[in-house]
Protein backbone atom coordinates (compact mmCIF):
# COMPACT_ATOMS: atom_id res chain seq x y z
CA UNK A 1 0.00 0.00 0.00
CA UNK A 2 0.98 3.55 -0.46
CA UNK A 3 2.23 5.73 2.25
CA UNK A 4 -0.81 7.43 2.65
CA UNK A 5 -0.67 8.83 5.82
CA UNK A 6 2.55 10.77 4.38
CA UNK A 7 0.77 11.62 1.04
CA UNK A 8 -2.85 13.04 2.87
CA UNK A 9 -1.37 13.55 6.75
CA UNK A 10 -4.52 15.90 6.74
CA UNK A 11 -7.31 13.91 5.67
CA UNK A 12 -10.14 13.75 8.52
CA UNK A 13 -10.42 9.55 8.20
CA UNK A 14 -8.86 6.56 6.47
CA UNK A 15 -10.38 6.53 2.77
CA UNK A 16 -9.16 3.01 2.50
CA UNK A 17 -11.64 2.28 4.96
CA UNK A 18 -9.46 -0.80 6.35
CA UNK A 19 -8.89 -2.65 3.04
CA UNK A 20 -5.90 -4.02 1.42
CA UNK A 21 -5.78 -4.82 -2.10
CA UNK A 22 -6.50 -8.61 -1.86
CA UNK A 23 -10.01 -7.76 0.76
CA UNK A 24 -11.11 -5.11 -2.59
CA UNK A 25 -10.79 -7.98 -5.17
CA UNK A 26 -13.29 -10.29 -2.75
CA UNK A 27 -15.80 -7.42 -2.64
CA UNK A 28 -19.14 -8.77 -4.19
CA UNK A 29 -22.48 -6.87 -5.20
CA UNK A 30 -25.38 -6.53 -3.25
CA UNK A 31 -28.66 -8.48 -3.48
CA UNK A 32 -30.45 -7.57 -6.15
CA UNK A 33 -34.09 -6.34 -6.52
CA UNK A 34 -37.01 -8.30 -7.80
CA UNK A 35 -37.43 -7.31 -11.36
CA UNK A 36 -33.93 -5.62 -12.10
CA UNK A 37 -33.55 -6.70 -15.48
CA UNK A 38 -36.87 -6.31 -16.45
CA UNK A 39 -36.98 -2.48 -15.30
CA UNK A 40 -33.82 -1.90 -17.18
CA UNK A 41 -35.13 -3.36 -20.01
CA UNK A 42 -38.50 -1.29 -19.91
CA UNK A 43 -36.46 1.83 -19.43
CA UNK A 44 -33.82 1.02 -22.18
CA UNK A 45 -36.95 0.87 -24.56
CA UNK A 46 -38.08 3.70 -23.82
CA UNK A 47 -35.07 5.72 -24.19
CA UNK A 48 -34.49 4.10 -27.59
CA UNK A 49 -37.62 5.43 -28.42
CA UNK A 50 -36.74 8.91 -28.08
CA UNK A 51 -35.29 10.76 -31.28
CA UNK A 52 -32.55 13.06 -29.96
CA UNK A 53 -32.46 15.33 -33.10
CA UNK A 54 -28.83 16.41 -32.56
CA UNK A 55 -28.08 20.24 -33.63
CA UNK A 56 -24.54 21.66 -34.18
CA UNK A 57 -22.92 24.61 -33.85
CA UNK A 58 -19.02 24.88 -34.56
CA UNK A 59 -16.91 25.67 -31.54
CA UNK A 60 -13.43 27.21 -31.99
CA UNK A 61 -11.03 24.74 -30.38
CA UNK A 62 -8.68 23.30 -32.86
CA UNK A 63 -7.67 19.96 -33.06
CA UNK A 64 -5.10 18.25 -35.23
CA UNK A 65 -7.53 15.44 -36.30
CA UNK A 66 -10.90 16.31 -35.11
CA UNK A 67 -13.46 18.97 -36.10
CA UNK A 68 -14.98 20.24 -32.67
CA UNK A 69 -18.93 21.18 -32.55
CA UNK A 70 -21.40 22.15 -29.81
CA UNK A 71 -23.76 19.92 -29.96
CA UNK A 72 -27.43 19.99 -28.03
CA UNK A 73 -29.61 16.66 -28.36
CA UNK A 74 -33.37 15.86 -26.85
CA UNK A 75 -33.30 12.77 -24.08
CA UNK A 76 -35.79 11.05 -21.91
CA UNK A 77 -38.49 12.83 -20.34
CA UNK A 78 -38.23 15.53 -23.04
CA UNK A 79 -35.45 17.16 -22.03
CA UNK A 80 -32.89 18.80 -23.99
CA UNK A 81 -28.94 18.45 -22.87
CA UNK A 82 -25.56 20.42 -23.93
CA UNK A 83 -22.00 19.07 -25.06
CA UNK A 84 -20.00 18.75 -28.04
CA UNK A 85 -19.22 16.11 -30.88
CA UNK A 86 -15.79 15.72 -32.56
CA UNK A 87 -15.56 14.57 -35.94
CA UNK A 88 -12.24 12.90 -37.34
CA UNK A 89 -10.65 14.33 -40.60
CA UNK A 90 -11.36 11.24 -42.18
CA UNK A 91 -14.09 8.24 -41.97
CA UNK A 92 -15.04 7.24 -38.65
CA UNK A 93 -13.87 3.81 -37.36
CA UNK A 94 -15.41 3.90 -34.21
CA UNK A 95 -17.28 6.31 -32.30
CA UNK A 96 -17.18 6.95 -28.26
CA UNK A 97 -19.58 8.48 -25.63
CA UNK A 98 -16.99 10.40 -23.52
CA UNK A 99 -19.17 11.06 -19.88
CA UNK A 100 -17.83 13.02 -16.67
CA UNK A 101 -17.36 13.26 -13.43
CA UNK A 102 -20.41 15.10 -10.74
CA UNK A 103 -18.68 18.69 -11.27
CA UNK A 104 -19.67 18.25 -15.41
CA UNK A 105 -18.02 19.28 -18.12
CA UNK A 106 -16.89 22.56 -19.77
CA UNK A 107 -15.13 21.73 -22.89
CA UNK A 108 -14.39 18.26 -24.36
CA UNK A 109 -10.88 16.22 -23.66
CA UNK A 110 -9.76 14.22 -27.23
CA UNK A 111 -5.99 13.48 -24.95
CA UNK A 112 -7.47 9.66 -25.73
CA UNK A 113 -9.20 10.02 -28.90
CA UNK A 114 -7.87 8.09 -31.83
CA UNK A 115 -7.80 10.28 -35.32
CA UNK A 116 -10.17 8.13 -36.55
CA UNK A 117 -12.71 7.92 -33.77
CA UNK A 118 -15.67 10.34 -33.82
CA UNK A 119 -16.79 11.31 -30.04
CA UNK A 120 -19.78 12.83 -28.52
CA UNK A 121 -19.48 14.30 -24.98
CA UNK A 122 -22.67 14.59 -23.57
CA UNK A 123 -23.25 16.55 -20.29
CA UNK A 124 -25.63 14.51 -18.00
CA UNK A 125 -29.20 16.33 -16.99
CA UNK A 126 -28.37 19.13 -14.52
CA UNK A 127 -24.64 18.93 -14.49
CA UNK A 128 -22.60 21.91 -15.34
CA UNK A 129 -21.88 23.34 -17.23
CA UNK A 130 -24.23 22.78 -20.90
CA UNK A 131 -27.11 20.91 -19.16
CA UNK A 132 -27.82 23.00 -16.52
CA UNK A 133 -31.83 23.61 -16.50
CA UNK A 134 -34.51 24.45 -13.90
CA UNK A 135 -36.02 20.69 -13.84
CA UNK A 136 -33.25 19.40 -12.36
CA UNK A 137 -31.47 20.53 -8.86
CA UNK A 138 -27.78 21.20 -9.31
CA UNK A 139 -25.15 19.15 -8.03
CA UNK A 140 -24.90 21.47 -4.87
CA UNK A 141 -28.66 21.61 -4.06
CA UNK A 142 -28.83 17.87 -3.69
CA UNK A 143 -28.81 16.87 -7.66
CA UNK A 144 -27.93 12.89 -6.42
CA UNK A 145 -31.58 13.18 -4.84
CA UNK A 146 -33.52 13.80 -7.48
CA UNK A 147 -36.53 11.90 -7.23
CA UNK A 148 -35.43 9.54 -5.12
CA UNK A 149 -38.60 8.85 -3.88
CA UNK A 150 -39.47 6.60 -7.39
CA UNK A 151 -37.73 3.81 -9.31
CA UNK A 152 -39.70 6.12 -12.15
CA UNK A 153 -38.45 9.34 -10.91
CA UNK A 154 -35.00 9.02 -9.44
CA UNK A 155 -32.57 10.94 -11.72
CA UNK A 156 -29.97 8.10 -12.22
CA UNK A 157 -32.74 6.90 -14.66
CA UNK A 158 -33.06 9.90 -16.95
CA UNK A 159 -28.92 9.80 -16.48
CA UNK A 160 -28.69 6.49 -17.91
CA UNK A 161 -31.36 7.36 -20.87
CA UNK A 162 -28.65 10.31 -21.39
CA UNK A 163 -26.03 7.86 -22.37
CA UNK A 164 -28.60 6.27 -24.91
CA UNK A 165 -29.93 9.56 -26.42
CA UNK A 166 -25.89 10.46 -26.73
CA UNK A 167 -25.24 7.42 -29.03
CA UNK A 168 -28.24 7.75 -30.98
CA UNK A 169 -26.76 11.37 -31.59
CA UNK A 170 -23.45 10.45 -32.75
CA UNK A 171 -24.78 7.78 -35.15
CA UNK A 172 -27.17 10.39 -36.71
CA UNK A 173 -24.63 12.84 -36.87
CA UNK A 174 -22.44 10.08 -38.46
CA UNK A 175 -24.94 9.13 -40.75
CA UNK A 176 -23.11 5.11 -39.93
CA UNK A 177 -23.82 3.05 -36.83
CA UNK A 178 -20.40 2.51 -36.11
CA UNK A 179 -19.62 0.60 -33.13
CA UNK A 180 -19.50 2.36 -29.95
CA UNK A 181 -17.12 2.49 -27.26
CA UNK A 182 -17.82 4.29 -23.71
CA UNK A 183 -15.53 5.97 -21.15
CA UNK A 184 -16.61 8.01 -17.94
CA UNK A 185 -15.11 8.31 -14.74
CA UNK A 186 -16.51 8.45 -10.78
CA UNK A 187 -20.32 9.74 -11.91
CA UNK A 188 -19.38 8.58 -15.52
CA UNK A 189 -18.33 5.48 -14.54
CA UNK A 190 -21.40 4.57 -12.74
CA UNK A 191 -23.26 6.01 -15.08
CA UNK A 192 -21.71 4.01 -17.56
CA UNK A 193 -22.21 0.19 -15.83
CA UNK A 194 -25.88 1.29 -15.19
CA UNK A 195 -26.35 2.02 -18.71
CA UNK A 196 -24.44 -0.27 -20.92
CA UNK A 197 -25.51 -4.01 -20.19
CA UNK A 198 -29.01 -3.29 -22.27
CA UNK A 199 -27.45 -1.56 -25.48
CA UNK A 200 -26.05 -3.73 -27.75
CA UNK A 201 -24.25 -0.74 -29.56
CA UNK A 202 -21.35 -0.71 -27.53
CA UNK A 203 -18.83 -2.76 -27.98
CA UNK A 204 -16.46 -2.19 -24.85
CA UNK A 205 -15.80 0.42 -21.93
CA UNK A 206 -13.46 2.25 -20.15
CA UNK A 207 -14.91 3.18 -16.73
CA UNK A 208 -12.36 5.01 -13.92
CA UNK A 209 -12.90 5.27 -10.37
CA UNK A 210 -16.94 4.12 -10.59
CA UNK A 211 -19.72 5.41 -8.65
CA UNK A 212 -22.82 3.96 -7.64
CA UNK A 213 -21.33 0.62 -6.59
CA UNK A 214 -22.51 -1.41 -4.10
CA UNK A 215 -24.82 0.78 -1.59
CA UNK A 216 -24.79 -1.67 1.50
CA UNK A 217 -20.71 -1.02 2.21
CA UNK A 218 -21.06 2.78 0.46
CA UNK A 219 -23.49 3.65 2.91
CA UNK A 220 -21.82 2.27 5.38
CA UNK A 221 -18.54 3.85 5.11
CA UNK A 222 -17.50 7.99 5.92
CA UNK A 223 -17.39 9.52 2.33
CA UNK A 224 -17.73 13.12 1.10
CA UNK A 225 -19.05 14.73 -1.52
CA UNK A 226 -22.93 13.46 -3.03
CA UNK A 227 -22.34 9.88 -1.36
CA UNK A 228 -22.78 11.46 1.66
CA UNK A 229 -25.88 13.30 0.73
CA UNK A 230 -27.06 9.65 0.23
CA UNK A 231 -26.11 8.40 3.34
CA UNK A 232 -27.75 11.29 5.37
CA UNK A 233 -31.16 11.28 2.82
CA UNK A 234 -31.58 7.31 3.33
CA UNK A 235 -30.78 7.47 7.43
CA UNK A 236 -34.06 9.45 7.42
CA UNK A 237 -35.84 7.73 5.02
CA UNK A 238 -35.14 4.33 4.70
CA UNK A 239 -37.61 3.43 1.85
CA UNK A 240 -35.18 5.47 -0.60
CA UNK A 241 -32.65 2.58 0.22
CA UNK A 242 -34.76 0.07 -2.01
CA UNK A 243 -34.95 2.91 -4.94
CA UNK A 244 -31.18 3.17 -4.69
CA UNK A 245 -30.78 -1.18 -4.86
CA UNK A 246 -32.31 -0.63 -8.72
CA UNK A 247 -29.67 1.87 -9.46
CA UNK A 248 -26.05 0.26 -7.96
CA UNK A 249 -23.46 -0.16 -10.72
CA UNK A 250 -22.12 -3.48 -9.32
CA UNK A 251 -25.78 -5.39 -10.05
CA UNK A 252 -25.95 -3.81 -13.47
CA UNK A 253 -22.24 -4.83 -14.05
CA UNK A 254 -23.02 -8.43 -13.62
CA UNK A 255 -25.05 -7.96 -16.67
CA UNK A 256 -21.88 -6.53 -18.81
CA UNK A 257 -20.86 -8.93 -21.58
CA UNK A 258 -18.53 -6.26 -23.47
CA UNK A 259 -14.43 -5.47 -22.70
CA UNK A 260 -14.25 -3.47 -20.06
CA UNK A 261 -11.35 -1.51 -18.57
CA UNK A 262 -10.97 -0.18 -14.95
CA UNK A 263 -9.18 2.05 -12.60
CA UNK A 264 -10.34 1.10 -8.96
CA UNK A 265 -8.34 3.15 -6.11
CA UNK A 266 -7.12 2.00 -2.88
CA UNK A 267 -7.83 5.16 -1.24
CA UNK A 268 -10.76 7.64 -2.05
CA UNK A 269 -12.72 9.54 0.06
CA UNK A 270 -15.45 10.84 -2.06
CA UNK A 271 -16.46 7.17 -3.22
CA UNK A 272 -15.20 4.40 -1.16
CA UNK A 273 -12.83 1.77 -2.95
CA UNK A 274 -14.86 -0.96 -1.84
CA UNK A 275 -17.92 0.26 -4.08
CA UNK A 276 -15.67 0.71 -6.81
CA UNK A 277 -13.96 -2.44 -7.10
CA UNK A 278 -17.74 -4.33 -6.44
CA UNK A 279 -17.98 -2.56 -10.16
CA UNK A 280 -15.22 -4.28 -11.78
CA UNK A 281 -15.43 -7.63 -9.94
CA UNK A 282 -19.07 -8.02 -11.11
CA UNK A 283 -17.63 -7.47 -14.24
CA UNK A 284 -14.90 -9.72 -14.10
CA UNK A 285 -16.93 -12.38 -13.37
CA UNK A 286 -19.60 -11.76 -16.04
CA UNK A 287 -17.12 -11.20 -18.98
CA UNK A 288 -14.32 -13.08 -17.01
CA UNK A 289 -10.85 -12.09 -19.13
CA UNK A 290 -12.50 -9.55 -20.74
CA UNK A 291 -12.37 -7.30 -17.24
CA UNK A 292 -9.22 -5.45 -17.60
CA UNK A 293 -8.12 -3.80 -13.73
CA UNK A 294 -5.68 -0.77 -13.25
CA UNK A 295 -5.34 -0.46 -9.66
CA UNK A 296 -5.02 3.70 -9.13
CA UNK A 297 -3.26 4.61 -5.30
CA UNK A 298 -5.91 6.99 -5.14
CA UNK A 299 -8.86 8.87 -6.48
CA UNK A 300 -10.47 12.11 -6.13
CA UNK A 301 -7.18 13.28 -4.63
CA UNK A 302 -3.54 14.81 -5.64
CA UNK A 303 -0.60 12.63 -5.25
CA UNK A 304 2.82 12.09 -6.34
CA UNK A 305 2.42 9.18 -8.54
CA UNK A 306 -0.75 10.47 -10.23
CA UNK A 307 0.89 11.83 -13.75
CA UNK A 308 2.47 8.97 -14.31
CA UNK A 309 -1.23 7.05 -13.14
CA UNK A 310 -3.27 8.93 -15.44
CA UNK A 311 -0.63 8.19 -17.99
CA UNK A 312 -1.26 4.90 -18.46
CA UNK A 313 -4.98 4.99 -18.04
CA UNK A 314 -4.95 7.41 -21.32
CA UNK A 315 -3.22 4.89 -23.51
CA UNK A 316 -4.75 2.00 -22.06
CA UNK A 317 -7.81 4.06 -23.13
CA UNK A 318 -6.73 4.65 -26.36
CA UNK A 319 -5.49 1.39 -26.95
CA UNK A 320 -9.22 0.21 -26.50
CA UNK A 321 -10.99 2.23 -28.52
CA UNK A 322 -8.46 1.53 -31.41
CA UNK A 323 -8.65 -2.10 -30.76
CA UNK A 324 -13.02 -1.41 -31.24
CA UNK A 325 -13.03 -0.04 -34.29
Known amino acids: MPPFRTWFPDAPFDATHGYDLEALLAVRPPAEPAGFDAYWRRLYAQGRRVDPQPWMTPDPMTARHHDVHHLDLTTLDGLRLGGWVALPHRPARVGVVISHGYGGRSEPDLAALPADAAAVFPVARGLPTMSL ?98 TEYVSTHPRAREVLRYFDAA ?74 G
Do not use: K
Not at 267 to 286: I, S, T
Open 133 to 230: MPQVLRPEHGHVLEGIESIETYVLRGCAADVWSAATALHQVLESEVPLVFVGGSFGGGQGALALPWDRRFVAAALQVPSFGQYDLRMAQRCTGSGALV
Open 251 to 324: TAALRLRIPTLMACALWDPAVPPAGQFAVHNAARAATGADARLQVLSAGHAEYPSQVQEEAVWLRGVRELIAAS
